[in-house]
């Protein structure tokens, strides 16, 4: 999913140039929405990978979704938390769990889910300093 972390932060780039304003400010939890969006689309482009797969899809997709709605880091963070959390004891349809298979994976969140809110929370946490 490295590949996928590339295409997802290119895109997300790419929107916060066509979603920020035209004079120089801040970047708002309303463009940060927007361009998150646009990139999660883009990133379906090339992957399959879907909540339920057991891939840092878990807790991408609903971080994406709680900031759209709410325009708050803390509670998308937290989205994110929870939806890698609910990958531990999903069985994986993508993702490097599917092709080392073995045992003991069902007791730990999928490692990608994990890595990414465990970002987001950080993030989310220097904010408010």
């Known amino acids: 999913m490295t590949f996928s972390y590339a295409i997802f932060l290119n895109a ?4 916060l140039r066509q979603n920020a304003p035209s ?16 990139s999660l689309k883009s990133l379906g482009k090339y992957t399959p990978a879907q909540p339920g797969d057991r891939t ?19 509670e998308a963070a937290a989205a994110a938390q929870k939806g890698a959390q609910g990958t531990k004891g999903m069985k994986a349809s993508l993702g ?21 809110a465990e970002l987001l929370l950080g993030l989310s946490e220097g904010l408010r300093k």
């Open 23 to 38: 004079s120089p400010g801040p970047a708002t939890p309303e463009i940060w929405a927007r361009a998150l969006d646009s």
């Open 96 to 116: 490097r769990t599917v092709y080392v298979g073995g045992q003991g994976f069902q007791e730990v969140p999928d490692p990608g889910a994990h890595g990414l």
């Open 56 to 74: 840092l899809i878990d807790a991408l997709h609903p971080f994406v979704q709680t900031l759209s709605k709410t325009g708050s880091i803390d």
């Open 12 to 15: 997300l780039a790419h929107g």
